[in-house]
């Protein structure tokens, strides 16, 4: 059985036992009883901010997911309809199969949203006590109980969405249990891919949850920065900018809620393809653990990622600025290194000693070693292409330092380097993405494939743990601002915050390889699907799957490779409106209270306001791009059948890669330049904050802040969506005229 998210609760509880006080003097006091003690009227400034930061992401949430629970219920309907209409046989439609692919996709998609609601839980719950633990000496109170906020977020989903994909397997088997006259379960394949549901329903949720998070949390950082900082030069955060709550509130409904409800997508959906691809050769050994082989390299995950976490906590604790991002990098590196001799030992342990693997180019005789291999390649190919991420994007490497010197010659400059950047950044990580697959596809066909996906996603908790610590430092600085503590106190949680971006950027490089290598597992997976269902049909076109060599699929490619620049133009154009009403509030505001201004100014601004803003604009704005990729491969395979589908998924899949690398990577570079240039003195060539030179860099920053924390990670979610829910749908989409779609086109 896998892991339960103890560690996560403990964790949670050495957090929680951080007094809600200003100064953090007292020792073990709760929230509740230190909320309303009214000690100082710094702690009461804390506990009124920390109120309204959580109040803004709890409402939106709620709003949100509201939304998502009607959606859940109707597209759980579809699936139901039309996947039974697609195993229908001579008894009558296949309702079990329908039946069970649907419950698996409300399951994928509940789990989804309970995973995002408890990391904003977590990350609003812990911001402020970062903020507190900043107050006092040194570096360790205050790295600590960020790094373990993220912990909770990490642990916590890993073990829930592990443990609910566990026991949905368990209880569906016994309903999938019939053998053969040679003792043979025959239905085994079946169960897999009915549990290819659950992948479904967590990245519709995740398509959501980042793209609605995400326009959410842009629109209130962009308003900010233009109004605030270009316009009426006052510091990022000031309590005095009325989107300065929306803005803090937006990093924990998209950078942590969206994004855990993305990465558990990632988990899901691997798993689901290795389950489908593995399941049919598997199967024949009778073996029920060899199947479940891609979770249980998952579940060792989360052993290991438990035993790095003392690293950085305990055995080599942060003393000083310097050892932040250290000890960072250390968690990503030390899971890495320890997964590869643990994973040896599972797949000795679980897999057979050789067993035949039926690949799209033949049998394969599979061995242990090979599927380590596999994994191997995918944890290390994740590591180097998150390595490579950050030479791009850390400001302590040559690439930002150039950014941040074109902005000496203003903002078109600077905007035409940070571009430049991201389209050079894609180059090394797609090589990387390359060679990952060819040794894989070499020695375990695409079943390699998927593992290496599941590999890159081993070390989930600890990625999910550097992830959710970025945002937290960010709103515990805010947090710092808006409550007027002692600068010092700023200064610290930037500083960990600085180093929170990198790391982060690190992550973005893990999910869009692993967003890859997922895709090209699913896609494979459809294929498999689509040739049983021939083989099934005694039909001969896609006996040997699906050739990529016909004018229908040539015409997709293109039309796939068009997908993710169109969802980009319609997530990015999503953050410019919700951000021009972000500003024209913020103008009204001012223009009407200008004493609003004032250095020492006694009146707050109106933040509910800009809070309503947001939430009103991401709601409305995320369910276009949301329905074009759900639809677009729906519609295909309804009207123009298997190979236009297979086109549209290659395409997107090829097209999708470069595109988020190079938006991600623009954003954070942008974001560090301007960074960079804030620490400056005020001598050097850069000129420090509040100069020329800063203000071109907040401009590339607003310009990128779309780019890597909405358009570029949802493009994951574009490849993986559209593939899942063409591999959920393979058989409906064969019933069609047996592949051809409703237009019967002639192949």
Known sequence: PPPSPNPALIQFYTISRIALKSGGDAATDSLTSNAHTGKSDATERLTEIYQAIYDGAESFLRAEYTICTYFIISFGLLVFFLVSWGNSSSDGWGWKEGGFTALSFVLGGLTSMVSGYIGMKVATYSNVRTTISAQKNGWTACFNTAFRAGAVMGFMLCGLGMLVLYITLTVMKSSFDEVNELGMHTQWTTLCDCITGYGLGGSCIAMFGRVGGGIYTKAADVGADLVGKVVHGIPEDDPRNPATIADNVGDNVGDVAGMGSDLFGSFAEATCAALVIGAPSLSVTNDWNAIL??????????????????????????????????????????????????????????????????????????????????????????????????????????????????????????????????????????????????????????????????????????????????????????????????PEVREKTDALDAAGNTTAAIGKGFAIGSAALVSLALFGAFVIRIQQASLADEGTVFAEGVNMLKPLTFSFLVVGGMIPFWFAAFTMKSVGLAAMEMVEEVKRQFDEKPHLLDPNATERPDYDACIQISTKASLREMIAPGAMVMLTPLLTGTFFGVYAVAGLLVGALVASVQLAISMSNSGGAWDNAKKYIERASPESELKGKGSDVHKAAVVGDTVGDPFKDTSGPALNIVMKLMAVLSLVFANYFYAINSGRGLFNIAI
């Open 293 to 486: 082989f891609p979770v249980v390299v998952s579940a060792v995950g989360i052993f290991v990622c438990l035993a790095c976490s003392f690293i950085a906590t305990d055995i080599m604790p942060v003393k000083k600025e310097t050892d932040v991002e250290m000890a960072l990098k250390t968690q990503l590196i030390s899971t890495t290194v320890l997964m590869i001799p643990v994973v040896y030992g599972a797949a000795a342990l679980v897999l057979p000693a050789s067993f035949s693997l039926a690949g799209v180019n033949g049998d394969v005789d599979v061995k242990p070693w090979m599927a380590w291999i596999c994994v191997v390649v995918g944890v290390t190919g994740g590591l180097i292409i998150g390595l490579i991420t950050e030479y791009y994007t850390s400001h302590s490497y040559a690439p930002v330092r150039e950014v941040a010197d074109a902005c000496r010659s203003g903002a078109a400059i600077n905007i035409i380097s940070g571009v430049a950047l991201g389209y050079k950044s894609a180059v090394i990580p797609v090589i990387i993405l390359s060679v990952v697959i060819y040794i894989s596809f070499s020695l375990c066909d695409l079943y390699g494939v998927a593992l290496a996906a599941i590999g890159m996603l081993s070390n989930l908790a600890t990625g999910l743990t550097i992830d959710v610590y970025g945002p937290v430092c960010d709103n515990a600085g805010g947090i710092a601002e808006m409550a007027e503590l002692n």
